[in-house]
T-cell receptor, first 117, second 114 residues
Framework: GAVVSQHPSRVICKSGTSVKIECRSL??????MFWYRQFPKQSLMLMAT?????????EQGVEKDKFLINHASLTLSTLTVTSAHPEDSSFYIC?????????????FGSGTRLTVV | EDKVVQSPLSLVVHEGDTVTLNCSYE??????LLWYKQEKKAPTFLFML????IEKKSGRLSSILDKKELSSILNITATQTGDSAIYLC??????????????FGSGTQLTVLP
């Protein structure tokens, strides 16, 4: 089945540094990837939608200069948290739509636990 | 504003009980409703519902969509401790022209006690 590989699974970084999270579709082409953020005991909140070869669409309240998304190829989307702060500590998950027409689904990466100290 | 609401937010039951989780939505251009189970990491897919009134079943889990009521329920019968998880409802819809959205509800935290 369609698999999205997300790395790293866990990262600890110092305040002020930048962290890059990668999501790769392993056996299919993902023209669109979704990036979510999840705080403890809360649901997934959509941050942005990335489309291959074009600018990402950010949800209201998400700083695009802070959360840089690049979707340069059909198999790779990256999220870079720039100048990270402790409040950016969270669980980040990517997702890709798989299939077209009536037979489609969404597959998720395994998530990245970011801790900013 | 498009939204997805789940209830209850949390639920504690004993093994063997039957639970019903609810999801209601208000979105434009609805396409489908999906249920996920989330334990420690990424959500795992349970069901996708597109047609009203057709029950989908997988073992002790079943789900049905009511497009008239803009809602769905997820039933779990004979619950086991392994069913303890957050159950997420997500709605796929088209917004802002052709932009496809997948919006999640707040989730229901289910705890099954032995």
């Amino acid at each position: 089945g369609a698999v999205v590989s997300q790395h790293p699974s866990r990262v600890i970084c110092k305040s002020g540094t930048s962290v890059k999270i990668e999501c790769r579709s392993l056996d299919f082409q993902a023209t669109t990837m979704f990036w979510y953020r999840q705080f403890p005991k809360q649901s997934l909140m959509l941050m942005a939608t990335s489309n291959e070869g074009s600018k990402a669409t950010y949800e209201q309240g998400v700083e695009k200069d802070k959360f840089l998304i690049n979707h340069a190829s059909l198999t790779l989307s990256t999220l870079t948290v720039t100048s990270a702060h402790p409040e950016d500590s969270s669980f980040y998950i990517c997702s890709a739509r798989v299939g077209e027409g009536p037979n489609y689904g969404y597959t998720f990466g395994s998530g990245t636990r970011l801790t900013v100290v | 504003e498009d939204k997805v609401v789940q209830s209850p937010l949390s639920l504690v039951v004993h093994e063997g009980d039957t639970v019903t989780l609810n999801c209601s939505y208000e979105v434009t251009n609805f396409r489908s409703l999906l249920w996920y189970k989330q334990e420690k990491k990424a959500p795992t897919f349970l069901f996708m519902l597109t047609s009203s009134g057709i029950e989908k079943k997988s073992g002790r889990l079943s789900s049905i969509l009511d497009k008239k009521e803009l809602s769905s329920i997820l039933n779990i019968t004979a619950t086991q401790t392994g069913d303890s998880a957050i159950y997420l409802c997500a709605v796929h819809y088209i917004s802002s022209g052709s932009a496809r959205q997948l919006t999640f509800g707040s989730g229901t935290q289910l705890t099954v006690l032995p």
